[in-house]
């Protein structure tokens, strides 16, 4: 019996007089016999492919030899959606599987935007003028991306002060309550203070008067602006929608 046996990343095609199994035992043999084992390389197919809630950009799927890398992928979530990660655990949205060893078959998820999922756990705001972060559907004078931020009900008017002001004999302490999720979400919140306003412009508070107590879920964020001699500080919360 003689086999006939591929290196790695290589299988076996035929010998030369057209047997088709690697192994093989000759009977009967009546003449001399001279044969050659040919060999292919091993390719796999790359198939890449998303969810419900995006799509991919790129060629899925492909096909790459033994060793060889893949070209660029990347998972592209629909809007209101992001990227949390590849079925294979890969975090990156954007991916090149690199000296590929076996077939990969691999899907992307995607979940909800923070804010996005957020407003949608108000159901009675529906409509864009009422979900979009810079509208005020309560009419509280809160707009929903600051209601965001301070885990606030915006279908509902809170008559609650958003910021905490106390007074000292040399500095003005401003403070408020945010929700952590609402700052990884890119809505980044900050004090602006001025002496006089419509006279003074507001400027917003540096970081070395910032102090910020972390709770895990939420964030306590107290700013302690000097008084300079004024009789009077205001203050207010500015946030950034990304």
């Known amino acids: 019996m003689i086999t006939a046996v591929p290196d790695e990343g290589y299988h076996f ?12 035992t000759d009977t009967g043999v009546q003449t001399d016999l001279d044969v050659t084992a040919t060999f292919a390389i091993n390719q796999y197919t790359l198939t890449y492919t998303a969810d419900s809630n995006g799509s991919i950009s790129g060629t899925t799927p492909q096909t790459v030899d033994h060793g060889s890398d893949a070209s660029m992928i990347t998972a592209v979530p629909d809007e209101g959606y992001h990227f949390v990660s590849w079925s294979d655990g890969v975090l990156t949205a954007e991916r090149t599987d690199t000296g590929v060893l076996a077939d990969i078959n691999v899907t992307a998820t995607f979940a909800l935007d923070p804010y996005d999922e957020w407003i949608s756990g108000f159901p009675s705001l529906t409509t864009p003028a009422e979900t979009e972060p810079g509208e005020d559907p309560d009419g509280d004078g809160l707009a929903n991306a600051i209601e965001f931020v301070l885990g606030r009900d915006p279908s509902q008017a809170d008559p609650g002060d958003a910021v905490v002001t106390s007074v000292g004999a040399t500095d003005v302490t401003f403070e408020f309550e945010r929700v952590t999720a609402a700052g990884d979400a890119g809505f980044d919140s900050v004090i602006e203070f001025t002496e006089h306003p419509g006279v003074s412009p507001w400027t917003d508070a540096t ?36």
């Open 207 to 242: 970081p070395g008067m910032i102090s910020i107590a972390d709770h895990g879920a939420t964030e306590t964020v107290t700013v302690t602006v000097p008084r300079t001699g004024a009789d009077r500080m205001f203050g207010r919360l500015k946030v950034l929608i990304p």
């Open 13 to 24: 095609v035929s010998w030369s007089d057209g047997v088709l199994t690697a192994e093989r």
